[in-house]
C-alpha cells in the first residue's frame, strides 16, 4: 500500500490502468484535475468545443477503434450539454465513460445541482457514481466492467467533496478485466443447423455485434448456401465475398431488397431486425423463418417474432454451427451462393451501379452525381461518417468503404447535428484513412463550433455539405404545406469554413470538382494539415428513396 492521494487522482489514473483510449471533453473547474491525471498517464486528450461534440467523438472512437472512449464534462451543464451524445452512444450500446464532475450530496441550492442519476438513465445509460474515498478504485472499476462487458454506456459521477479526499494509492493492486464471451448451448445450435439445413434460400444479416466474427459468419454462409448482408451499422463488414448484397434495409438497392425478400430463412447475427434493417419487416416474406444470434436475451425477439433465439456470441455461435453442419452435410451447399446471383450482385447491390436519372440544372447538381463522381476522386482507404438528413443515403451507399472500420453510423436517436463529431472520432480511432464527412447543410451549421477543433487539429478531414437551404427532411415529408419554418436562404458554407481556417470549395456541377484536386494532392503527398468542406448546392431529389422509411418510425 503507498502513501495516500487525492480521488480524483485516484479514478484517473485507475481508468488509465484499465486501458481507456482516449479522452474527449470541455475542462471546467469540476473536471479539472481528473483530465490532468488521464493526460499524466498519457491518455490522449481532445479539447472540443461543446460537450455534445465530445460525447460523440467519444462514441466514434470506440465505435471505430474498439477502445473504451471517455467523454469528461464539467458538473450540471456540462453533463446537460453532452446528453444528446450521451444519448446515442448509450441506444447504440457503446462502451463508454461519461467522466462527469457531481456537485457536493449538500450543496442542495447549487447552481449546478440536477439529478445526473435520473438524467443518465432518461437516456438509456447506465448511472454509476464514486459513493466514497474508500470505494473509489472499486466504484470506477465497476463503471469501466459495466461498459465493456455489458457494451453500455456509463455515467461516472464525481461528487466535487468526495473528489478532494484522500484514499490510499491501490491503483497497482487493480487487475484489468477480460471481456466475457458466451458460448451458445449445444441444443440451440442443433437447431439452427436443421433450420440452415432445411432452408434453400436463406440470408444472413449481421449487425453491431456481428462485426467480430466477419471471418466465422462468412465461413458457414458459404457452407449453408447463403447470401450475406449487414445492418447500416455494420457496412463494409463483407466487404470482398461475392455473394454479399450490401446494407439491408432502407438504404438497400432494388436489387438487394429483392434478394433478401426472397429469403426463405433469414439469420440475424449481432442484429435486431428492427424496422429500418427489416424495412418495417417488408423484407421479410411470408413464410419465411427468421432467427437472432445475439449475447442478450432481451434482444432476442425484440422487433419481431422470431421461430429461434441463439443466445450467444455471433463468432462461437458461427463456429459451432459450422462443425455441425459439416458432421452432417460434408461438402458446401450452392443454395442461394450461386454464380448467377453473384453477378446480379456485383452489378446491381449498390445503389451507385443503379442507373438513375441526372437531376442537375443550372445552379445545382444532383446528389447522386456529386457523390458517386466523389467516390472515384477521393482515396478508397477512407472511413465515412454520416449525419442524419434526407441526404444520407448517397454517403451511405454511394462512397464504397473498406471494411466494417470504414463506416460509422451514429443515427439511433435520429439527431442531426452529430456528423461532424464523429468523422472527428473516427478520425481519431483510424488516423490512417481519410476521414470523410457526409452532412446536410442544416445539421452542418448545428455542428460547426467543431470545425475550429479540426481545424486545431490539423485533421486533413473531407466534409461534403449537401446543402438544399431547408431541412430537407421536412421539406419533403410535409410537400403541399406552409414549409416557412423549414427553408432557409442560401449560405455560403465554403465561405464560412474558410473563416475557421479550413478549405471551403462551392460545388454546382461535376465540373466544379476539378478545384479540390489541389487539396487531393497535397493529401497523397503527405502534406495536407487542414479539413476540406465542399459546400455542394444540390439539385431536389423529390424526396430520397429511403425517406419514407424512416418517416414511418416518427
Keep these: 500500500m503507498s502513501g495516500e492521494v487525492r480521488v480524483s487522482t485516484l479514478v484517473g489514473r485507475t481508468l488509465a490502468k484499465l486501458g481507456v483510449g482516449h479522452v474527449f471533453g470541455v475542462v471546467g473547474s469540476g473536471n479539472f484535475d481528473v483530465t490532468g491525471t488521464l493526460m499524466s498517464e498519457g491518455i490522449p486528450f481532445t479539447a472540443a468545443r461543446h460537450e455534445g461534440g465530445a460525447a460523440t467523438m467519444?462514441?466514434?472512437?470506440?465505435?471505430?477503434?474498439?477502445?473504451?472512449?471517455?467523454?469528461?464534462?464539467?458538473?450540471?451543464?456540462?453533463?446537460?450539454?453532452?446528453?444528446?451524445?450521451?444519448?446515442?452512444?448509450?441506444?447504440?450500446?457503446?462502451?463508454?465513460?461519461?467522466?462527469?464532475?457531481?456537485?457536493?450530496?449538500?450543496?442542495?441550492?447549487?447552481?449546478?445541482?440536477?439529478?445526473?442519476?435520473?438524467?443518465?438513465?432518461?437516456?438509456?445509460?447506465?448511472?454509476?457514481?464514486?459513493?466514497?474515498?474508500?470505494?473509489?478504485?472499486?466504484?470506477?472499476?465497476?463503471?469501466?466492467?459495466t461498459a465493456v462487458n455489458?457494451?453500455?454506456?456509463?455515467?461516472?459521477?464525481?461528487?466535487?467533496?468526495?473528489?478532494?479526499?484522500?484514499?490510499?494509492?491501490?491503483?497497482g493492486a487493480v487487475v484489468v478485466?477480460?471481456?466475457?464471451?458466451?458460448?451458445?448451448?449445444?441444443?440451440?445450435?442443433?437447431?439452427?443447423?436443421?433450420?440452415?439445413?432445411?432452408?434453400?434460400?436463406?440470408?444472413?444479416?449481421?449487425?453491431?455485434?456481428?462485426?467480430?466474427?466477419?471471418?466465422?459468419?462468412?465461413?458457414?454462409?458459404?457452407?449453408?448456401?447463403?447470401?450475406?448482408?449487414?445492418?447500416?451499422?455494420?457496412?463494409?463488414?463483407?466487404?470482398?465475398?461475392?455473394?454479399?448484397?450490401?446494407?439491408s434495409g432502407g438504404f438497400s438497392s432494388p436489387l438487394t431488397a429483392e434478394l433478401i425478400s426472397g429469403a426463405d430463412l433469414i439469420v440475424g447475427w449481432g442484429c435486431t431486425l428492427n424496422m429500418w434493417t427489416m424495412r418495417q419487416g417488408r423484407l421479410i416474406s411470408a413464410g419465411t423463418t427468421v432467427v437472432q444470434v445475439d449475447v442478450e436475451d432481451s434482444s432476442l425477439g425484440?422487433?419481431?417474432?422470431?421461430?429461434?433465439?441463439?443466445?450467444?456470441?455471433?463468432?462461437?455461435?458461427?463456429?459451432?454451427?459450422?462443425?455441425?453442419?459439416?458432421?452432417?452435410?460434408?461438402?458446401?451447399?450452392?443454395?442461394?451462393?450461386?454464380?448467377?446471383?453473384a453477378l446480379a450482385i456485383k452489378g446491381g447491390s449498390r445503389w451507385r451501379d443503379v442507373e438513375t436519372p441526372d437531376l442537375s440544372t443550372a445552379g445545382s447538381i444532383d446528389p447522386r452525381v456529386l457523390t458517386r463522381e466523389l467516390d472515384t476522386l477521393l482515396p478508397a482507404e477512407r472511413i465515412v461518417s454520416v449525419d442524419s438528413g434526407n441526404f444520407m443515403g448517397y454517403p451511405?451507399?454511394?462512397?464504397?468503404?473498406?471494411?466494417?472500420?470504414?463506416?460509422?453510423?451514429?443515427?439511433?436517436?435520429?439527431?442531426?447535428?452529430?456528423?461532424?463529431?464523429?468523422?472527428?472520432?473516427?478520425?481519431?480511432?483510424?488516423?490512417?484513412?481519410?476521414?470523410?464527412?457526409?452532412?446536410?447543410?442544416?445539421?452542418?451549421?448545428?455542428?460547426?463550433?467543431?470545425?475550429?477543433?479540426?481545424?486545431?487539429?490539423?485533421?486533413p478531414l473531407v466534409c461534403i455539405v449537401y446543402n438544399d437551404a431547408a431541412y430537407g427532411a421536412e421539406v419533403h415529408h410535409f410537400a403541399g404545406q406552409d414549409l416557412a419554418s423549414v427553408v432557409f436562404p442560401d449560405t455560403?458554407?465554403?465561405a464560412v469554413a474558410r473563416g475557421f481556417g479550413a478549405d471551403g470549395v462551392t460545388v454546382r456541377s461535376a465540373?466544379?470538382?476539378?478545384?479540390?484536386?489541389?487539396?487531393?494532392?497535397?493529401?497523397?503527398?503527405?502534406?495536407?494539415?487542414?479539413?476540406?468542406?465542399?459546400?455542394?448546392?444540390?439539385?431536389?431529389?423529390?424526396?430520397?428513396w429511403w425517406l419514407a422509411e424512416a418517416f414511418q418510425g416518427h
Design 396 to 459: 451511405s451507399q454511394y462512397l464504397a468503404v473498406p471494411d466494417e472500420f470504414g463506416f460509422c453510423f451514429t443515427q439511433a436517436f435520429q439527431a442531426i447535428g452529430l456528423g461532424l463529431y464523429t468523422a472527428i472520432g473516427a478520425a481519431v480511432a483510424q488516423p490512417g484513412r481519410l476521414p470523410v464527412l457526409g452532412a446536410g447543410d442544416g445539421g452542418f451549421l448545428m455542428g460547426i463550433s467543431e470545425l475550429e477543433t479540426a481545424v486545431r487539429m490539423k485533421l
Design 511 to 544: 465540373t466544379d470538382l476539378a478545384a479540390i484536386k489541389p487539396w487531393l494532392e497535397a493529401y497523397d503527398a503527405g502534406t495536407q494539415d487542414r479539413p476540406l468542406v465542399i459546400d455542394a448546392k444540390i439539385a431536389s431529389d423529390g424526396g430520397s
Design 150 to 171: 455489458e457494451r453500455r454506456t456509463v455515467v461516472l459521477s464525481l461528487p466535487l467533496d468526495i473528489q478532494g479526499a484522500t484514499a490510499a494509492d491501490e491503483v
Design 492 to 494: 455560403d458554407i465554403a
Design 302 to 341: 425484440a422487433n419481431r417474432p422470431i421461430a429461434l433465439g441463439v443466445l450467444g456470441d455471433a463468432g462461437l455461435t458461427a463456429v459451432d454451427a459450422l462443425a455441425v453442419l459439416r458432421g452432417s452435410q460434408p461438402e458446401p451447399a450452392e443454395k442461394y451462393r450461386t454464380e448467377a446471383n
Design 58 to 145: 467519444a462514441d466514434a472512437y470506440g465505435r471505430m477503434s474498439g477502445r473504451v472512449g471517455v467523454v469528461t464534462t464539467h458538473q450540471g451543464c456540462g453533463l446537460t450539454n453532452a446528453i444528446t451524445g450521451v444519448g446515442e452512444a448509450a441506444k447504440s450500446r457503446t462502451p463508454m465513460i461519461v467522466l462527469t464532475a457531481d456537485t457536493q450530496a449538500a450543496a442542495t441550492r447549487s447552481n449546478f445541482k440536477i439529478d445526473q442519476d435520473a438524467l443518465a438513465r432518461s437516456v438509456g445509460a447506465v448511472a454509476e457514481r464514486i459513493h466514497s474515498p474508500a470505494t473509489a478504485i472499486a466504484d470506477t472499476v465497476r463503471a469501466f466492467r
Design 177 to 247: 478485466p477480460q471481456p466475457s464471451v458466451t458460448r451458445p448451448d449445444t441444443a440451440a445450435v442443433e437447431k439452427l443447423v436443421a433450420l440452415l439445413a432445411a432452408a434453400e434460400r436463406p440470408v444472413f444479416v449481421a449487425g453491431r455485434g456481428g462485426r467480430g466474427a466477419r471471418e466465422e459468419i462468412l465461413a458457414l454462409a458459404d457452407h449453408a448456401g447463403a447470401l450475406v448482408a449487414t445492418s447500416a451499422v455494420a457496412s463494409g463488414l463483407f466487404n470482398g465475398d461475392p455473394h454479399n448484397l450490401g446494407i
